[in-house]
């Protein structure tokens, strides 16, 4: 079995992301949850355990209602993730947003960062260099946190995707 919690600034860009993963739609990219949501799908051979969260790095939750969303996304990882899907879309992340997303790992414990994977999606799709979004203020921190374990949305296909989360998983073990 293989956990994967997706996190990220846009329920859109990570509902996309849930679904590019599984190869189906499951999640509705347009419509807002408040619900963490989890979805099992065999994948390759594997049972895939894939929870995508709600807006945990708005700026409009309350830190009451962030907890409560934490420990049901704890709850449907548990024993835990083995792997922290970050897609960011970096055009729009502030922040007060980084700041969320790191205590959102926190509560999963140490070493959190080891078991993160960082998808930038840009909001420009004409855009062909990622080294702008490198030296992006809040992103750079958490790069270099994730030991730039980074992908770039752009030309990424399904099998790139599974066999970095597969990478990170392996080298966790």
């Known amino acids: 079995e293989l956990r994967v919690v ?14 590019f993963i599984l190869g189906v739609t499951v999640f509705n990219t347009e ?7 989890r979805v099992k799908r065999e994948l390759k051979g594997k049972e895939v355990d894939l929870i995508n969260t709600p807006e945990l790095l708005s700026s409009k939750i309350s830190p009451e209602e962030l907890q409560k969303h934490i420990e049901n996304c704890v709850r449907l990882s548990a024993p835990g993730p083995h792997v922290f899907l970050l897609v960011i879309q970096p055009a729009d992340f502030t922040e007060d947003q980084k700041n969320k997303l790191q205590t959102v790992l926190d509560s999963f414990g140490d070493p959190k960062f080891n078991h993160s994977l960082l998808l930038i999606t840009p909001k420009d799709k004409s855009s062909s260099s990622i080294e702008k ?4 203020p809040q992103l750079g921190d958490i790069i270099k946190k994730c030991s730039d374990k980074l992908l770039w949305q752009k030309n990424l296909e399904q099998a790139q995707l599974l066999a970095a989360i597969g990478a990170v998983v392996k080298k966790n073990k």
């Open 6 to 19: 997706l996190l990220g600034n846009k329920r859109p860009q990570r509902s996309s992301v849930g679904n």
């Open 31 to 37: 419509e807002k949850a408040d619900l963490c949501l």
């Open 133 to 136: 979004y490198l030296q992006h």
